[in-house]
């Protein structure tokens, strides 16, 4: 079965620390990623997405591929509580255009 | 308006009613999507609209009935619920190559909360 797993947490982290967020994948052929951030009540927002192995970064994110290991993370940098929300993992599956969605994990940062 | 707009936001309906679901998306894509979101659950893939073509759907009761008239509006025609299907039901777009290996980004809507009673 393809499955996208995640932490569901709380994760909590003090602010100014490094939030790690990690999602692990059974479909070796994927060859796509995505974070969302959800916070309570709103939809899901696009704030990573990664194509190859290896890390990519935008400002206070940074997203890790490893597909040998089939692990995905999220590194937020400097976290902020305004950081407090759901992080979801997604990769693709039964074809290019279909997402399946990981649980998420909940992450609270306290000032 | 901009990105992906969807109407109406809250919807109380009863279980002998019918009712739609709005979605449209303002960001030239050709694929669209209806998503629903439980309490407690992940993100569950209902339909997916490919150049106005259904390609997937995901085991969905017959109660619920999607329509893509382009490829900017997406519908959900809602008939007889029942309670447990109240939930988050988001609609996201996004770009869909044909023949291409790589998933681009989806894009999500703000969601209509229904509620059935």
């Known amino acids: 079965q393809k499955e996208v797993e995640q932490n569901s947490g709380p994760l909590s982290v003090p602010e100014g620390a490094i939030a790690s967020l990690n999602c692990t994948y059974s479909?070796?052929?994927?060859?796509?990623f995505f974070w969302y951030r959800q916070y309570s009540g709103k939809s899901p927002e696009l704030i990573m997405s990664?194509?190859?192995?290896g890390d990519k970064e935008d400002g206070r994110f940074t997203a890790q591929l490893n597909k040998a290991s089939q692990y995905v993370s999220l590194l937020i940098r400097d976290s902020q509580p305004s950081d407090s929300a759901t992080y979801l993992c997604?990769?693709?599956?039964?074809?290019?255009?279909?997402?399946?969605f990981g649980a998420g994990t909940r992450l609270a940062v306290h000032p | 308006e901009t990105g992906v707009t969807q109407t109406p936001r809250h919807l109380v309906m009863g279980m002998t009613n019918k009712k739609s679901l709005k979605c449209e998306q303002h960001?030239?894509?050709?694929?669209m999507y209806w998503y629903k979101q439980s309490a407690k659950k992940p993100l569950e893939l209902m339909f997916v609209?490919?150049?106005?073509?259904?390609?997937e759907n995901n085991s969905v009761p017959s109660r619920f009935s999607p329509e893509c008239p382009n490829s900017s509006h997406l519908f959900l025609h809602l008939h007889t619920l029942q309670p447990e299907d109240s939930a988050l039901y988001l609609c996201?777009?996004?770009?869909?190559?044909?023949?291409?290996?790589?998933?681009?980004?989806?894009?999500f809507g703000p969601g209509t909360r229904l509620t059935v009673t």
């Open positions: 996201a777009s996004s770009q869909d190559l044909a023949g291409g290996l790589l998933t681009y980004e989806q894009y």
């Open positions: 479909d070796r052929g994927s060859q796509s």
């Open positions: 990664i194509y190859s192995n």
């Open positions: 997604a990769g693709p599956f039964g074809g290019y255009n279909k997402l399946i």
């Open positions: 960001l030239g894509h050709n694929a």
């Open positions: 609209y490919s150049l106005e073509e259904r390609v």
